[in-house]
């Protein structure tokens, strides 16, 4: 989270920390147990290209 990059994005702090106070993000835990290549190829790369993430 010290990095100049990830210091800029408010959204991604706010999300980092939601994530670490939960101990981890259910949405991605429950995927998981799916397979983790749809998570990396798939669920992932499209959360990122809609900006859908938590606020």
Not at 15 to 29: A, P, Q
């Amino acid at each position: 989270m010290n990095y100049p990059w990830f210091k800029e994005r408010q959204q991604w702090q706010r999300e980092i920390k939601k994530m670490l106070d939960n101990g981890f993000k259910m949405e991605v835990e429950s995927l998981i147990t799916k397979d983790i290549s749809y998570v990396t190829e798939v669920y992932v790369p499209e959360r990122l290209k809609a900006e859908d993430w938590l606020s």
